[in-house]
């Protein structure tokens, strides 16, 4: 069984930075696609980045694009989404998710096989 936690989440001024971390279990983490989603109160959960396995493409919810940078560092079985210029909206619970297949439908939630538990991310105007 995989297993996720998530770091890093807190309250940031708009226009700051977070960099929220997944460390994951797994002797096979760099074949797994993983993906940030986020919730925001009232809200369904959305796409915000992944990564595809190994790391060499990468996919943004246009919300984020240009914002955010997700990466992974497979020796150390993590996923990364340094967050800039941060804005109210982006306001929400964190999730990191891991796809086991590698599947390029990073988008769909229902692709993703394990969830960690979630980090705050607050950001104040």
């Known amino acids: 069984q995989v297993q996720l936690v998530e770091s890093g989440g807190g309250l940031v001024q708009a226009g700051g930075s977070l960099r929220l971390s997944c460390a994951a279990t797994g002797r096979t983490f760099s074949t797994y696609t993983m993906g940030w989603f986020r919730q925001a109160p009232g809200k369904e959960r959305e796409f915000v980045a992944a990564i595809s396995r190994y790391g060499g493409v990468t996919y943004y919810a246009d919300s984020v694009k240009g914002r955010f940078t997700i990466s992974r560092d497979n020796a150390k079985n993590t996923v990364y989404l340094q967050m800039n210029s941060l804005k109210p909206e982006d306001t929400a619970d964190y999730y990191c998710?891991?796809?086991?297949?590698?599947?390029?439908?990073?988008?769909?939630?229902?692709?993703?096989?394990?969830w960690g538990q979630g980090t705050q991310v607050t950001v104040s105007s």
């Open positions: 998710a891991a796809d086991k297949a590698g599947s390029t439908a990073v988008i769909t939630k229902g692709e993703y096989d394990y």
